[in-house]
């Protein structure tokens, strides 16, 4: 890994249209600028992370499909309404 | 034509014009470009299956988004509609992932990223929401 040293206000480039600005500094929290082609997808990496894992799981699910309806006929309904379930 | 042993269901046979590719895969689930959609609209309804057509062992649970939540709309970015070529908005299906642990009270849907197809060509993708409301885990039992 590539590691560079960059102060506030300060920025790199990676390639010819991707900067990355430093923009405050702030304990140990730093806060960046990203400016990039709309092509270039741009994630906080715990939260793609979080996404291949649920993936992942998903993928491994035990039940088959018959288990897995009569699962259901004894969880519905599903239905809910937005304001009764908060967000993760 | 598919012809494959498949975990969940059997044996099946898969039309070419029921192959939904994903150019870019589904992340996580490596190894697997070519997929199909089992058990739509049928009893199992709001769930179907994802089935996986590169590795037979694998097929993701999905559900409507819109039949568990209230609201729920997909924003999508000038790239991500040249991606999918979308040019009907009508003809996009969207799909939630489903994780069913063995304890089944703990099933969710990742209400964060939506995977759409687009049903005219059969491409798909999962596509990344920065609405922060909608959560990777939405429990679908409270």
Redesign the interface.
């Known amino acids: 890994m590539l590691v560079l040293t960059r102060k506030r206000g300060q920025s790199l480039m990676i390639g010819q249209d991707v900067e990355i600005s430093v923009i405050e500094i702030s304990g140990d929290q730093v806060r960046l600028g990203i400016n990039a082609p ?2 270039v ?1 741009i ?1 906080r990496k715990e ?2 992370d ?10 491994h ?5 018959q288990e ?2 009569k ?2 006929e004894n ?1 519905y309904p ?5 304001e ?2 908060g ?2 | 034509m598919f012809k494959l042993d498949t975990r969940h269901f059997g044996p099946i046979e898969v039309a070419d014009a029921d192959v939904v590719t994903f150019p870019n895969g589904i992340p996580g689930v490596e190894g697997s470009m070519r997929f199909t959609l089992l058990g739509r609209g049928k009893d199992s309804a709001p769930f179907f299956w994802l089935q996986s057509l590169d590795q037979p062992e694998t097929a993701l649970v999905v559900i409507d988004p819109f039949a568990i939540y209230d609201g729920y709309s997909v924003d999508v970015d000038d790239e991500e509609i040249a991606e999918l070529g979308i040019r009907d908005p009508e003809r996009i299906l969207t799909l939630c992932v489903v994780v069913i642990p063995e304890d089944i009270k703990q099933m969710r849907a990742n209400l964060k990223a939506p995977i759409l197809i687009n049903l005219e060509n059969n491409v798909g993708k999962q596509v990344m929401q920065h609405n922060d409301a909608l959560p990777i885990r939405f429990f679908l039992i409270q």
């Open positions: 709309k092509s997808t994630h939260v793609f979080d996404i291949c894992q649920e993936n992942k799981a998903a993928a699910v035990s039940f088959n499909s897995l309806r699962a259901m969880l599903l239905k809910r309404s937005k009764e379930s967000p993760d």
